[in-house]
T-cell receptor, first 113, second 116 residues
Framework: AQSVTQLGSHVSVSEGALVLLRCNYS??????LFWYVQYPNQGLQLLLK??????LVKGINGFEAEFKKSETSFHLTKPSAHMSDAAEYFC???????????FGAGTRLAVHP | DGGITQSPKYLFRKEGQNVTLSCEQN?????MYWYRQDPGQGLRLIYY???????QKGDIAEGYSVSREKKESFPLTVTSAQKNPTAFYLC???????????????FGPGTRLTVL
């Protein structure tokens, strides 16, 4: 069975600091991995996705993630946090012949001046 | 502009009442989904539909019902059998539901349901 674990339900960084949000997955078949962002009382927006084309994936708003099979990880990073990055971030996995997304519990990112 | 609309944004229901949440998409997507979001639990799949006039239960379908009479519409009814319906409900769509699993899901803005 597939599953996603996001380490840290809350992460706080200073503006300009590195953002690192952790995601580990479990899948018996090659996974497809996604990061979504959610602003308060809004839907989810896709940041980036891994579909086996390249292990380092670049997304919108300066975010990127690296797929590490040996560590079963897909951590999200951004070199320099901006106040507008404050939101909740969800990692999700799917695989096989059906697009059923399995979501992690989410990580709420706070950015302070 | 193409996208997914959900209405209403906020909905209040008395205990024992059924209520229907609307979801419409103009992306010409075949597949549509309903998720429930609770604090600290991520998103959980309620129902999904791969094609018109067909739908399947997700992980937490009890107390919910859906229909898919048109490609662009996938309404969700929260029935009185749902014991804890207060939550944020998100509708999504994707080009297809099958394939390699890499089809992006596009999300609507959500409906917040509160049971009084």
């Amino acid at each position: 069975a597939q599953s996603v674990t996001q380490l840290g339900s809350h992460v706080s960084v200073s503006e300009g600091a590195l953002v690192l949000l952790r995601c580990n997955y479990s899948s018996s078949v090659p996974p497809y991995l996604f990061w979504y962002v959610q602003y308060p009382n809004q839907g989810l927006q896709l940041l980036l996705k891994y579909t086996s084309a390249a292990t380092l994936v670049k997304g919108i708003n300066g975010f990127e993630a690296e797929f590490k099979k040996s560590e079963t990880s897909f951590h999200l990073t951004k070199p320099s946090a901006h106040m507008s990055d404050a939101a909740e971030y969800f990692c999700a996995v799917t695989s096989g012949g059906y697009n059923k997304l399995i979501f992690g519990a989410g990580t709420r990112l706070a950015v302070h001046p | 502009d193409g996208g997914i609309t959900q209405s209403p944004k906020y909905l209040f229901r008395k205990e024992g009442q059924n209520v229907t949440l609307s979801c419409e998409q103009n992306l010409n997507h075949d597949a549509m989904y309903w998720y429930r979001q609770d604090p600290g639990q991520g998103l959980r799949l309620i129902y999904y539909s791969q094609i018109v006039n067909d739908f399947q239960k997700g992980d937490i379908a009890e107390g919910y019902s859906v229909s898919r009479e048109k490609k662009e519409s996938f309404p969700l009814t929260v029935t009185s059998a749902q014991k804890n319906p207060t939550a944020f409900y998100l509708c999504a769509s994707s080009m297809t539901a099958t394939g390699q699993g890499d089809n992006e899901q596009f999300f609507g803005p959500g409906t917040r349901l509160t049971v009084l």
